[in-house]
Nanobody, 121 residues
Framework: QVQLVESGGGLVQAGGSLRLSCAAS????????MGWYRQVLGKQRELVAR???????NYADPVKGRFTISRDNAKNTVYLQMNSLKPEDTAVYYC???????????????WGQGTQVTVSS
């Protein structure tokens, strides 16, 4: 059974920094892209940042220049370094991985349980 476990959320003042981590565990044959999404109550979940297995990245416009996504393929872990945080960054942050369990499986999306990030003004 595949699990994605996030950590690193919390409460921080505006202008501060947080680093989120997400480790994928279980039977995993291969991981393609990994990413971070966020959701505010009552709104749709939105992409924050995404990174491919080769290291190519893309970011949502509101976080460009402030957030950095990275990954450690040996540890099946993705990170999100968040700097210059703003109150509007407050949300539940979810990690996602496009992976396959067995070599003959197809790639499927797996999600973490989410971690709360709260930025106070």
């Amino acid at each position: 059974q595949v699990q994605l476990v996030e950590s690193g959320g919390g409460l921080v003042q505006a202008g501060g920094s947080l680093r989120l981590s997400c480790a994928a565990s279980g039977i995993i044959s291969s991981i393609n892209a990994m990413g971070w999404y966020r959701q505010v109550l009552g709104k749709q979940r939105e992409l924050v940042a995404r990174i491919t297995s080769g290291g190519s990245t893309n970011y949502a416009d509101p976080v460009k220049g402030r957030f950095t996504i990275s990954r450690d393929n040996a540890k099946n872990t993705v990170y999100l370094q968040m700097n210059s945080l703003k109150p509007e960054d407050t949300a539940v942050y979810y990690c996602a991985a496009d992976l396959k369990v067995w070599a003959w499986s197809r790639f499927e999306d797996y999600w973490g349980q989410g971690t709360q990030v709260t930025v106070s003004s």
